[in-house]
């Protein structure tokens, strides 16, 4: 007679706090239970019913702070034991949840890095080639395809400007109805193809445009958006590190989107190195349509104006190196010195308030209180005496420079470098230094 | 005669019932605005009215007030004269001034005829004035003035015909106490016979009658309407000085500020009827007087405008058609209008009438901020800032104790320190404001005062966002801030800026708060008159000359204290500008100017810098930070930094210490 052993159950043990290290997180685990067995006291740590805790591990792995762990009773300690005896190895506590296993199967679904490729009137944004480069990058990691996305009338020509960024394949949607931007026709077309292709993972350049639909798009397809991202790498699971500034700068956070795809991620112009260019490479494009009518859309383009200025109007906001002048500068010839050095740098000058009501400098160039407000990386404040007015409007640059004859400036109190001197002789030595380094080069 | 009585009698019902309907039509648009308490304390606003309607006193604050003034008491007087007439003409044998006894009789009839020619001559005078020198602030020339003149001159001559011709006839009783009608008779009337006499005095008669009656109904259609509401308003002024807004309730479903009449108070829509077209609001005010397009006497007329043409359609429950902010056109106001002004409160100061300008103003500047966000762009940085950091320029909050960083100042615990000194943003953060405060400190310790400050805790009072109509963020604010200095057991407060002054005085005090609030100037002048500030000679000050901040004198009146001050740090009273305390002119920087471009016209601190250079000072002293960043501007504009310093009170006090 055959004693069949009767089956034992491999005890799953249950979930316990380890004291202390709850971060008060604000109740995930509580929110994770399935079976209620999960209650917070005053100080926000979780109180676990062991007669319902089922050892089901959700809390334990939603914890952020890693403050929850199974335990085992000695008996059961037994029992793992003798089923370890049995199987002849460890026994690992493998959890094959269903809702786990649908959710990565889900993932898994999703597979290239696309690169959505702005275009204003037909003409591209470089922060998309930008992004390419980085692009390629992280599908080269992941060990899957780099794609562009272009959305427009009559860009094809785009597509293949992507290919010699970098791109493998681009997705196209050409309509005369995406001729001019609008949020609703390119959101909708973005989604269609992000619904029908499924990439896992989307940038986009920080631009008005981008950030007006990046946010879009994400809304609708319920997935996570990280703005204005410094870095971008894939970590050991194969998920996107998306890093940057939080809290004003003072510490760099790195987000990571766990359970949605498309991850996307915007990333500023100037940020990413442009990647290099070879016409020569040629590849497939996929052009996708969708149904799109005039009206379904709320917004109607009526007439666009276009900035009588052109190319050539000075916007202090958008520039990353700002040479500006200040009172001290003493007149509106002086200001070329400024204006030499800003050409070598790849600047544009800008003025603070003296400047501007002296008739030397344009309104446009105003920097201040009642001004236009900078954040470039180097702002060269020549002759600036840096009263609270001027601050306001340029505290945020990464990098000050001061040059001032004052050594009471309160300029020198926010500057990065300062230097006490005549401007007059500093600036074209400077300036004469940068063109002697560049032949050099 | 009975005939003549009868059309007499139809006439005039006719008239007063004309009358009476269109002041209705008129008054019962006042219904549309927003209930406000003015009848508390009956007995102070009947004095009030006494006061400054029936003396007149505010009108005679200008020379030519003299002569509306005279007009004023005149008119009153003939009131009881055609009282008198008109009921004479329904009841010709019961009413009669002639059935009075003699002695009255003799002694109205005289006082009438030479009040009569008094009014003629003022009126003559300001017919001259108006056409020969008229002033550049008032529409001299107005259609409406002319009429107006000439209707009371019309009664005027009428009268002296009328009377002309009975004592010419005979039949005067009091002619001989009646010395210009009679020379008038004697003139005009003598050798006429008796029936042209007779048929003179009936047109004399209707014809004062005619114009009497025209004159009464056209007083609701004019700017004369201010006969009938000049003194009411009067009587309903603002008990308290206004220098701050009322109120608003934040909930769900509310709306916020001034979009059309019906949200003003009622008596806002009752102050632009009484509103007299004088023009001296627009004489003082900084911004006109630089060009800008704002123009209190405007203002108002555009609301009585727009009352009297949206009212009716209101009243009715329909829309307005003419919008108040926004228009080109009259009843409009221009958005660069409301954003001019700076709440210097000169308007308020010289209006004969007690028109509140600025809250109206603040009004639409509320509705615009609050409901349309619509507002100069220079305001998102500055409100963001404010919401964010607590100061308008967004630095990190504890860099609020840099400026004491060198020297030892107290944080304030309540139980050791007796007074807060409150610092303020532009105390804390200008680095020309931080002079001040160093020299406060310097003070408050010489003079042994117990005090310490709230250090990084302290808040932005508030004052220019609430002048700008962002009223919920400054409810949020005072909250705050008044929690905190309860917390705190903050009690007594010195304050250096006078719009943290008023602000923490008379704003917060509509939130409950009891503060002890002392302006630096009372209390530096109250530890040199007691002799606990020792004082060196006066050493480099040279000639001083004093500038009044609207938000410390019309505000606050305290006038005396900074002169005496000055008097006893530089050993003479300071220089005067022409335009000083109560007239003094603003240096540009209220109202939440402060943080706008200022783009049109003249630049109102370079204005008042050019009055100050006219007195040739050494010294420019005034006792805000405002003032003085507006004041240094001003002179390193005009390039006369090398002769005269712009100081604040505090600094010259501090500098003056043994």
């Not at chain 2, 007594?492 to 409950?512: A, E, F, M, W």
């Amino acid at each position: 007679m055959a004693d069949k052993k009767k089956k034992v159950k491999k005890p799953r043990g249950k979930a316990q706090l380890i004291t202390g290290k709850c971060i008060a997180c604000g109740a995930r685990c509580e929110a994770a239970c399935p079976v209620d067995a999960i209650a917070m006291n005053d100080k926000g740590e979780p109180i676990i019913d062991t007669t319902q805790c089922t050892g089901c591990r959700k809390c334990v792995k939603i914890c952020p702070a890693e403050a929850l762990e199974i335990y085992y009773t000695p008996e059961e300690l037994k029992i793992l034991a003798e089923l370890e005896k049995e199987k002849g190895g460890p026994a690992e506590v493998e959890e094959i949840d269903e809702e786990e296993a649908k959710q990565a199967a889900k993932l898994k679904e999703y597979k290239d890095v696309w690169v959505f490729v702005e275009q204003t009137e037909g003409e591209p944004a470089t922060v998309s080639w930008e992004l390419l480069g980085v692009g390629a990058r992280l599908a080269q990691a992941l060990g899957v395809k780099l794609c562009s996305v272009v959305v427009g009338s009559k860009v094809e020509a785009l597509c293949r400007e992507s290919f010699a960024y970098g791109a493998a394949l681009s997705y196209l949607v050409d309509d005369p109805i995406f001729l001019n931007y609008r949020t609703e026709a390119y959101r909708d077309a973005v989604c269609h193809l992000v619904k029908t292709y499924k990439p896992q993972v989307l940038l986009m350049g920080a631009t008005g445009l981008g950030r007006d639909l990046a946010g879009a798009v994400a809304t609708q397809l319920a997935t996570g958006l990280t703005a204005d991202c410094t870095g971008l790498d894939i970590d050991d699971h194969g998920f996107l590190l998306q890093t940057r500034p939080a809290f004003g700068g003072n510490i760099m956070a790195t987000i990571v989107t766990e359970r949605h795809r498309p991850q996307m991620a915007t990333v500023r112009p100037h940020v990413m190195p442009m990647p290099e260019k070879n016409a020569s490479r040629k590849r497939k494009i996929i052009r996708e349509s969708l149904k799109v009518g005039k009206a379904d859309l709320a917004v109607k383009v009526l007439e666009i104006i276009h900035d009588s200025k052109g190319k050539d109007a000075v916007d202090v906001t958008a520039a990353e190196i700002i040479v500006s002048g200040g009172a001290g500068m003493q007149s509106q010839e002086n200001f070329a010195i400024l204006q030499e050095l800003a050409d070598e740098l790849g600047g544009v000058v800008g003025a603070s308030r003296r400047a501007v009501d002296a008739c030397w400098m344009p309104p446009e160039c105003q920097i201040g209180q009642t001004g236009k407000t900078v954040g470039p990386k180097i702002y060269i404040a020549c002759g600036i005496s840096g009263a609270i007015q001027h601050l306001v409007g340029m505290q945020s640059s990464d990098i000050i420079i001061a040059i001032n004859n004052d050594k009471q400036a309160p300029i020198f109190e926010v500057a990065t470098y300062g230097i006490v001197g005549d401007v007059f002789k500093i600036i074209p030595a400077i300036t004469r230094r940068i063109r002697e380094l560049r032949t050099q080069k | 005669m009975s005939n003549s009585i009868a059309i007499f009698a139809i006439v005039f019902g006719a008239s007063v019932l004309l009358f009476c309907w269109s002041c209705y039509k008129r008054f019962r648009l006042i219904t549309l605005g927003k209930p406000e308490n003015r009848f508390s304390h009956v007995g102070r606003r009947i004095w009030s009215m006494l006061f400054y309607a029936f003396a007149q006193r505010r009108v005679l604050s200008r020379p030519f007030g003299l002569n509306h003034s005279i007009l004023f008491w005149s008119f009153l007087c003939l009131l009881v004269a055609n009282t008198e007439f008109l009921l004479h003409g329904l009841f010709p044998q019961t009413i009669a001034l002639s059935l009075l006894p003699a002695p009255l009789y003799y002694a109205l009839a005289f006082i009438f005829d030479i009040v009569s020619i008094v009014v003629l001559i003022c009126v003559a005078n300001a017919f001259s004035r108006r056409i020969f020198f008229p002033p550049d602030y008032i529409e001299a020339r107005s259609r409406d003035a002319f009429v107006i003149l000439s209707l009371v001159a019309g009664l005027m001559i009428f009268f002296f015909g009328l009377h002309a011709s009975e004592i010419a006839r005979g039949v005067e009783g009091a002619a001989a106490y009646m010395p210009i009608s009679n020379l008038a008779a004697s003139i005009l009337f003598s050798g006429m016979s008796e029936h042209s006499l007779i048929t003179a005095a009936e047109i004399f008669w209707w014809g004062h009658a005619l114009i009497l009656l025209a004159f009464l109904n056209y007083l609701p259609y004019s700017k004369h309407m201010h006969i009938l509401t000049a003194i009411p308003n009067c009587f309903f002024q603002s008990l308290e000085k206004v220098t701050t807004q009322p109120r608003e309730e934040f909930k769900k479903g509310n709306a916020f500020g001034v979009e059309n009449i019906g949200q003003f108070r009622w008596n806002d829509l009752f102050d632009s009827y009484s509103c007299t077209e004088c023009g001296r609001c627009t004489d003082v005010c900084p911004a006109t007087n630089t060009h800008k397009p704002l123009n209190p006497r405007l203002i108002i007329h555009d609301i009585k405008e727009n009352v009297v043409h949206n009212g009716p359609l209101l009243i009715k429950g329909k829309k307005p058609v003419l919008p108040l902010i926004g228009g080109d056109h009259e009843g409009s106001i221009s958005e660069d209008a409301i954003w001019d002004c700076t709440t210097c409160r000169a308007c308020m100061e010289v209006c004969p009438v007690f028109i509140e300008h600025v809250p109206k103003l603040i009004g639409m500047r509320r509705y615009l901020v609050e409901m349309k966000a619509e507002f100069p762009e220079e305001l998102l940085n500055f409100f963001e800032n404010i919401e964010n950091r607590s100061n308008p320029w967004g630095i990190a909050p504890p860099d609020r104790v840099k400026w004491c960083s060198d020297i030892d100042v107290q944080p304030f615990e309540a139980g050791k320190t007796e007074y807060l000194y409150y610092v303020g943003c532009a105390g804390a953060f200008d680095s020309r404001s931080i002079q001040i405060s160093q020299a406060m400190a310097k003070i408050l310790n010489a003079g042994g005062v117990s005090w310490g400050i709230l250090g990084a805790d302290e808040p932005c009072c508030g004052d220019s966002v609430r002048r700008l109509g962002n009223e919920f963020l400054f409810d949020r604010i005072a909250k705050n801030n008044i929690q905190l200095f309860q917390e705190r057991g903050v009690q007594k407060i010195i304050v250096s800026c006078p719009h943290g002054y008023s602000t923490l005085k008379n704003d917060y005090r509509q939130y409950g708060a009891e503060l002890e609030v002392i302006h630096y100037t009372e209390l530096i002048n109250t530890l040199i008159t007691e002799g606990t500030l020792q004082l060196k000679d006066p050493d480099g000050l040279g000639k001083v000359v004093f500038h009044d901040s609207c938000y410390l004198g019309r505000y606050n009146e305290i006038y005396a204290a900074p002169r005496q001050v000055i008097a006893a740090v530089s050993g003479q009273r300071p220089a005067e500008m022409e335009r000083h305390q109560a007239n003094s002119f603003c240096c540009g920087a209220g109202g939440g100017r402060m943080w706008l471009e200022e783009s049109r016209g003249e630049r109102i601190n370079i204005a008042r810098v050019k009055e100050a250079l006219g007195e040739n000072p050494d010294t420019l002293c005034s006792c805000c930070p405002y003032c003085l960043i507006m004041f240094e501007d001003g002179l390193k504009d005009e390039g006369a930094m090398d002769r005269v310093k712009a100081l604040d009170l505090a600094e010259m006090v501090a500098g003056a210490l043994k």
